[in-house]
T-cell receptor, first 112, second 115 residues
């Protein structure tokens, strides 16, 4: 079955540091890939997505590139802010049924 | 994007009772889903709520424990029955709108604590 593997957390960074959160996947067919973010006390929000190989999703300074050859969708940001502190989930869906498979999530804490 | 509300936002229940969670969307949506997020864990899909027919449950989830209704294209309920402390979780509904089959929007969640 489909699966998503995220790097182990939590991650603690200083403000303005570079961020990389690794995500790899296994899937049948050609999945669409997503990063969702959950800020403290809030619901899940779509951060960015990519629907085919070599697509780059971007939003709020975050980027992730759909790498079919390495089955990866790593999340990056050049300079993190305290407000980026949240839990980040990598996810995928295949086919028209739209069911999402999530990774375990990783908690990011950014200190001033 | 669709605006999704859930009621209640949180509740504390006694074991053996049931809780019904409502999910309301401000526009008609193609698909609705219910997820569970156990403490410190990721999200797990419980079922797909089908309009006018029985929900489609994922492995490990059964209708007797998680009955779901979806009477129209904007509303669904999830009941968590015969509660036990292991049911303490956040329950979220999500929707797919129109032809954006590869994008889901989530409600704010319902935080359930079972004593």
């Amino acid at each position: 079955g489909d699966s998503v593997t995220q790097m182990e957390g939590p991650v603690t960074l200083s403000e303005e540091a570079f961020l990389t959160i690794n995500c790899t996947y296994t899937a049948t067919g050609y999945p669409s890939l997503f990063w969702y973010v959950q800020y403290p006390g809030e619901g899940l929000q779509l951060l960015l997505k990519a629907t085919k190989a070599d697509d780059k999703g971007s939003n709020k300074g975050f980027e992730a590139t759909y790498r079919k050859e390495t089955t990866s969708f790593h999340l990056e940001k050049g300079s993190v802010q305290v407000s980026d502190s949240a839990v980040y989930f990598c996810a995928l869906t295949t086919g028209a049924n739209s069911k999402l498979t999530f990774g375990k999530g990783i908690t990011l804490s950014v200190r001033p | 994007s669709a605006v999704i509300s859930q009621k209640p936002s949180r509740d504390i229940c006694q074991r053996g009772t049931s809780l019904t969670i409502q999910c309301q969307v401000d526009s008609q949506v193609t698909m609705m889903f219910w997820y569970r997020q156990q403490p410190g864990q990721s999200l797990t899909l419980i079922a797909t709520a089908n309009q006018g027919s029985e929900a489609t449950y994922e492995s490990g989830f059964v209708i007797d424990k998680f009955p779901i209704s979806r009477p129209n294209l904007t509303f669904s309920t999830l009941t968590v029955s015969n509660l036990s402390p292991e049911d303490s979780s956040i329950y979220l509904c999500s929707v797919v709108q129109g032809s954006t089959y590869n994008e889901q929007f989530f409600g704010p969640g319902t935080r359930l604590t079972v004593l």
